[in-house]
């Protein structure tokens, strides 16, 4: 940056170091909310910033950083909006030479290149069920990157010793546990407890959750009855139409360990956004269900 443009960069929030913006990410992410990060990562000729600048945009539009003001930035955080929605990344490319639009009357003339990436929170799993599948999907769902809550109503299998990496382990009556717990909108949910009731008492109250991801081990038939019942008792078909069950990508798992895989393979399809095999599932489970 030339001593014309460090004359007209603004210092508004520059002040706040890298550090800060660091730190600011792990808040966000413990938090559960998402973010953007911008960075510049190519420079030529004179700009109103400096390669390796960052700019965080919150989820709420507001902005920590910059990476140099005017339209450059408000172009990027309007990609960042974007970045945030889509949780893909994105590349921008400004040439303040020939863009009238950048044209402030200022001395910087260069080129840059700004990568955008989204800030994510960690993804939570809450796992209801302690038994073979579900000792199974905590063990790959913890190497795919999700933290694991798991709860069980028997001390024999909700334990430390099953679970030595879960973030917590509740030993406890389902719906106990239940009115304890407070998944947000980017968690994920399965029900693979030993038996239908218990399956069917956790997805009373899971469906009303703002959960990204709710799942329920079982056949078709266990869960077209679960289905019918709960839709009786009042719950809406829009709500029950948010479940995944049966539960996992059909790759004709058999094992509780192919069947953990499937059903954490279908997890990150969800999370990645690769949801057209997912759909087309539960668009034939709703037209056999009806």
């Not at 030339?2 to 603004?10: H, I, L, V, Y």
């Not at 000792?135 to 909700?158: C, H, P, T, W």
């Not at 798992?253 to 956004?273: C, F, L, Q, S, Y």
Request: aromatic share 8%.
């Amino acid at each position: 940056m030339d001593e014309a443009c460090f004359r007209c960069f603004p210092f508004r929030r520059y002040n706040e170091s890298v550090t800060d913006i660091y730190e600011e990410i792990v808040k966000l992410r413990r938090e559960g909310r998402k973010a953007a990060l911008a960075t510049i990562i190519n420079v030529r000729g004179s700009i109103p910033s400096f390669q390796s600048a960052k700019m965080l945009v919150r989820d709420d539009g507001s902005i920590m950083g910059t990476v140099g003001g005017g339209c450059v930035e408000a172009e990027v955080w309007q990609a960042a909006r974007e970045v945030i929605e889509k949780e893909r990344p994105t590349t921008l490319t400004f040439n303040l030479n020939h863009d009238p639009k950048y044209d402030t009357g200022l001395v910087c003339g260069g080129t840059l290149e700004i990568y955008v990436e989204p800030v994510l929170p960690v993804a939570l799993l809450y796992l209801f069920g302690a038994g073979h599948v579900a000792v199974n999907v905590y063990k790959i769902a913890l190497q795919a990157g999700f933290d694991v809550i798991v709860a069980d109503d028997r001390e024999s299998y909700a334990n430390r010793e099953r679970f030595p990496e879960a973030r917590e382990v509740h030993a406890q009556d389902f719906e106990k546990v239940c009115a304890e717990l407070t998944p947000n909108e980017g968690d994920f949910m399965v029900i693979a407890t030993r038996g239908h009731r218990d399956d069917m008492r956790v997805l009373r109250w899971a469906v009303e959750t703002p959960v990204r991801y709710l799942g329920m081990i079982g056949s078709q038939r266990k869960w077209i009855a679960i289905f019918d019942e709960l839709e009786r008792e009042g719950i809406t078909r829009e709500k029950l139409d948010r479940v995944h069950s049966p539960i996992g990508l059909d790759i004709g798992a058999i094992t509780p360990e192919e069947i953990a895989v499937a059903i954490v393979a279908e997890m990150i399809a969800v999370r990645r956004h690769a949801e057209a095999g997912v759909k087309r599932k539960r668009v034939e489970r709703k037209v056999i269900g009806t």
